[in-house]
Structure formats: C-alpha cells, structure tokens
C-alpha cells in the first residue's frame, strides 16, 4: 500500500513570492489534515478536510494561506506572499474518518524563505 | 480544551536499558492516545495508541506503552532500547467529548531520546 505522497520535498523562494504543495493521501483516507511543524516542535494543526469539506480551519492565515481538496482525494495548500517566519515543515497526514483512527504522515515538505 | 504535555525534551539511555518517555494529557471526555516516532527529514510514524480496554498497549518495534487513568499519563516504554531508537517522539490526544474541536489531535512538543552504545 502506498503511504501519503507529498511534494516538493524541499522549497526555497524569496519572501513575497507564492508557494505550493500538494498532497496525495492513502486511497480509502476520505480525512485529511495539513500540519506546520517548526524544528524541535510537534505539528500543529492547519487544516482538516472531510472528503471535500474544511470541518477545521481555526488555526489556518486565511490572509495569506489557502487549501482546496478538489473531488474529496488530492489537496493543495497555498501561500501567497510567503514571509520569512513561514519556514518551516508542512506536513500532510489522512486516515479513515468517524472513528479513532491513527493519522499517517508523508514525508513533508521543508520551506525556506529567504 | 485538550492538552498534552511531554515534560523532557530530551532522554539519554544507554543501549540495552530500559527506555521510558513520559506523556501527560488534559481532556473534558475520554481521551484516545497516540504516540508517534520521527526520524530526521522523515514524516510521523505510527507506533501504538490506547482506544479503550487494557491499559497496557503493544506497538510497533517493540514498543508499549501505560494508559494510567487517575494520574491521566500515557508513558512511552521500551524493555531494551537499542541505538537505532534514537528519533524524535511524540504523544497526542483526542478528546472524545470535546464538541468544538471533535477530532482534532493536540500533538505534544516532542522528546528527544538518544541512545548510545
């Protein structure tokens, strides 16, 4: 079974500049959550999709930052102007909804801004 | 609201002894439980997580760990730790009886354990 696939792996641009990443979750996964993880610190939460819909965006910069899960499988997530202080490792993790299901992580996508 | 706290950022043993990484947690219902390895450039790894039932949980590579209920704890165990334990840990909680955040994981902010030989 493949994992969560995400790319780019890593990302360099300047500040002001847009960035994307893309996320493909394990098939079957209809939940999907994107993470920001600074170094030496636990993911915290940006977003959460239930198929299609954002059931938890409390946490996301909605002035600079977007997601879209298009037909409830595939998500991108979007900054635009990326600033210095949003390096960091975005992380995307799905599992199997309604229930207490563990999350599986892809391997991130490390961001520099310079 | 639910909280988790991992107080030691770092844990050293040597290889061989027993290794222990400890979890507390804070939640208005029951709480699912979960901890998590990282290894450099690699994204979270599953090893185990308390639903219900036995308090004892086994995982992954040999890991278990203790859902102790009065002292609200989630304790990371290993026997024998060897080197290749050395990673990045972490616990997280689901509260089950939040209604504004159902869910949601709260991920600690890590241990770090270094085993040496």
């Known amino acids: 079974e493949a994992g969560v696939v995400q790319s780019p792996r890593y990302k360099i641009i300047e500040k002001k500049q847009p960035v994307a990443f893309w996320c493909n979750p394990i098939s079957g996964h209809n939940t999907l959550y994107w993470y920001l993880q600074n170094l030496g610190q636990g993911p915290e939460l940006l977003i959460r999709y239930e198929n299609e819909e954002a059931v938890d965006d409390s946490q996301l910069p909605k002035d600079r930052f977007s997601a879209e899960r298009l037909k409830g499988v595939d998500s991108t997530l979007k900054i635009q102007p990326a600033e210095l202080g949003d390096s960091a490792v975005y992380l995307c993790a799905s599992s199997l909804s309604q229930g207490p299901y563990e999350q599986y992580f892809g391997p991130g996508t490390r961001l520099t801004v310079t | 609201a639910q909280s988790v706290a991992q107080p030691e950022d770092q844990v050293n043993v040597a290889e061989g002894n027993p290794l222990t990484v400890k979890c507390t947690y804070s939640v208005s219902g029951n709480p699912y439980l979960f901890w998590y390895v990282q290894y450099p450039n690699r994204g979270l790894q599953f090893l185990l997580k308390?639903?219900?039932?036995?308090?004892l949980v086994k995982g992954s590579y040999g890991f278990e760990a203790e859902f102790n209920k009065s002292q609200t704890s989630f304790h990371l165990k290993k026997p024998s730790a060897l080197v290749s334990d050395s990673a990045l840990y972490f616990c997280a909680v689901r509260d089950e009886g939040a209604t504004d955040s159902w869910g949601k994981f709260q991920f600690g902010a890590g241990t770090q354990v270094v085993v040496t030989p």
């Open positions: 308390y639903i219900t039932g036995d308090n």
